[in-house]
C-alpha cells in the first residue's frame, strides 16, 4: 500500500527566501508524481507533473525533482512571495484493494506562510 | 477554456438520506475521477472513469458509487448519509492518461461541501 508523508507540515518563511518542502513514498514503482498547491476553501492546482523517466521539472520560480530509488521528491521555491502562501501537496499512484486497481495518493500537505 | 465545473458548491443532507454530486470535466478530457477531503484524513481517492467505465476504485464502502456519461460529466452518488460523510467532494479531470499514469496534469474543481446533520 502506498503512503505519502511530507515534512514540514508547516513552515513561515520570511518574503524572498527559498525553500524546500519534502515528499516521501514508500514504493517505488511509480509512473509520476504530481505537486499541487491548494489555497482554502478551494480545488487543488497542478504546479508539476513528474514523469519516472526524468529526474525534474521546472515552471517559473518552482523546481521539483524525483528520486525513484529513494522514495523522494522535493520542491523548491525561489524568491518566495505572499503569494505563494497555500497548502502544497504532493501525489503518487499506487494499488488500490481492489484486484488490478489502481488509486492516486495524496500526502497531508506542507502549509506555507510566506510573511511580508 | 472552461475549468472543472462541480454543482452545486454546498450541501446540507440529513443522516440516512442519499445525494448525489455533479461534474463537468474540462473540455476534451475523458478521465474523471473523485476525492473526499477531511481534516482528519486528508484527501482520499474515491474512484475513476474514463470513457464511462470506472477504472479504479479506492477503499470506500459500496455507499459511494458513482457514473460517468457519453459526455465525460460524471456524477458521484452516496446513500445513506453517516455524520462522517461530511466533507469536501473534488472531482478532476485530465486529458490523457488515468490515475497509474496520467500523462497530463491533473486539473481540479472547487469541490462540493456535503454537510450531514
Known amino acids: 500500500k502506498q503512503e505519502v508523508t511530507q515534512i514540514p507540515a508547516a513552515l513561515s518563511v520570511p518574503e524572498g527566501e527559498n525553500l524546500v518542502l519534502n515528499c516521501s513514498f514508500t514504493?517505488?514503482?511509480?509512473?509520476?508524481l504530481q505537486w499541487f498547491r491548494q489555497d482554502p476553501g478551494k480545488g487543488l492546482t497542478s504546479l508539476l507533473l513528474?514523469?519516472?523517466?526524468?529526474r525534474e521539472q521546472t515552471s517559473g520560480r518552482l523546481n521539483a525533482s524525483l528520486d525513484k530509488s529513494s522514495g523522494r521528491s522535493t520542491l523548491y521555491i525561489a524568491a518566495s512571495q505572499p503569494g505563494d502562501s497555500a497548502t502544497y501537496l504532493c501525489?503518487?499512484?499506487?494499488?488500490?484493494?481492489?484486484?488490478?486497481?489502481?488509486?492516486?495518493?495524496f500526502g497531508k500537505g506542507t502549509k506555507l506562510s510566506v510573511i511580508p | 477554456k472552461a475549468g472543472v465545473t462541480q454543482t452545486p458548491r454546498y450541501l446540507i443532507k440529513t443522516r440516512g438520506q442519499q445525494v448525489t454530486l455533479s461534474c463537468s470535466p474540462i473540455s476534451g478530457h475523458r478521465s474523471v475521477s473523485w476525492y473526499q477531503q477531511t481534516p482528519g484524513q486528508g484527501l482520499q481517492f474515491l474512484f475513476e472513469y474514463f470513457s464511462e467505465t470506472q477504472r479504479n476504485k479506492g477503499n470506500f464502502p459500496g455507499r459511494f458509487s458513482g457514473r460517468q456519461f457519453s459526455n465525460s460529466r460524471s456524477e458521484m452518488n452516496v446513500s445513506t448519509l453517516e455524520l462522517g460523510d461530511s466533507a469536501l467532494y473534488l472531482c478532476a479531470s485530465s486529458l490523457v492518461g488515468t490515475v497509474r499514469s496520467y500523462n497530463s496534469p491533473l486539473h481540479f474543481g472547487n469541490g462540493t461541501r456535503l454537510t450531514v446533520t
Open positions: 501525489a503518487v499512484p499506487g494499488s488500490a484493494p481492489g484486484a488490478g486497481s489502481y488509486q492516486l495518493t
Open positions: 513528474i514523469q519516472s523517466s526524468q
Open positions: 514504493d517505488s514503482a511509480i509512473y509520476n
